[in-house]
T-cell receptor
Framework: DAGVIQSPRHEVTEMGQEVTLRCKPI?????LFWYRQTMMRGLELLIY????????DSGMPEDRFSAKMPNASFSTLKIQPSEPRDSAVYFC?????????FGPGTRLTVL | SQQGEEDPQALSIQEGENATMNCSYK?????LQWYRQNSGRGLVHLIL?????REKHSGRLRVTLDTSKKSSSLLITASRAADTASYFC??????????FGAGTTVTVRA
């Protein structure tokens, strides 16, 4: 198995632009998580899906952030409009039990 | 929010020495997990210890859990250069939703 796949690996954009991050979980995993990692705040859970349904989005910072999981093999995290404070590494993780498997992350820089 | 807090924040040791790091948490848990993150990479699961367990081993890793003190420790024995990474504890209170600590950065000197 290729593991959790994220794209793009790096994204540089200008303030106000829309950003879409993509994630393909490990086949057979029924839970998917989006995290954000920064030096100041560490690793924060943004949203958690189970069987493609959003279960907990309490970590989503504000309405500019949205996430979807249209099917078991694909999820997106969208930021519109983006702001410089959104600069971070965004990780997707999937699981079929207690252990989570992380993707390589997308490093987002908003200028 | 971060439930787990690791101590120390950073640790530098000589190859072959043992590395010990601690994690404290605030609420009741189902299990506690340790993850490793190499620079520029995603987190990798190392070991899981359940709330009814006190100690667990996996290769050169030893984890202890004291639920009365709400604390855990991770011991890496006979460290190698490849162990250089950040180590995070994560608590699972319910529904497999993990809360991560700030991490301990370990540097193993050759």
């Amino acid at each position: 198995d290729a593991g959790v796949i994220q794209s793009p690996r790096h994204e540089v954009t200008e303030m106000g632009q829309e950003v879409t991050l993509r994630c393909k979980p490990i086949s057979g995993h029924n839970s998917l998580f989006w995290y954000r990692q920064t030096m100041m705040r560490g690793l924060e859970l943004l949203i958690y899906f189970n069987n493609n349904v959003p279960i907990d989005d309490s970590g989503m910072p504000e309405d500019r952030f949205s996430a979807k999981m249209p099917n078991a093999s694909f999820s997106t995290l969208k930021i519109q409009p983006s702001e410089p404070r959104d600069s971070a590494v965004y990780f997707c993780a999937s699981s079929s039990g207690e252990e989570q498997f992380f993707g390589p992350g997308t490093r987002l820089t908003v200028l | 929010s971060q439930q787990g807090e690791e101590d120390p924040q950073a640790l530098s040791i000589q190859e072959g020495e043992n590395a010990t790091m601690n994690c404290s948490y605030k609420t009741s848990i189902n299990n506690l997990q340790w993850y490793r993150q190499n620079s520029g990479r995603g987190l990798v699961h190392l070991i899981l210890i359940r709330s009814n367990e006190r100690e667990k081993h996996s290769g050169r890793l030893r984890v202890t859990l004291d639920t009365s003190k709400k604390s855990s420790s991770l011991l890496i024995t006979a460290s190698r250069a490849a162990d250089t990474a950040s180590y995070f504890c994560a608590t699972d209170a319910r529904d497999y939703k993990l809360s991560f600590g700030a991490g301990t950065t370990v540097t193993v000197r050759a």
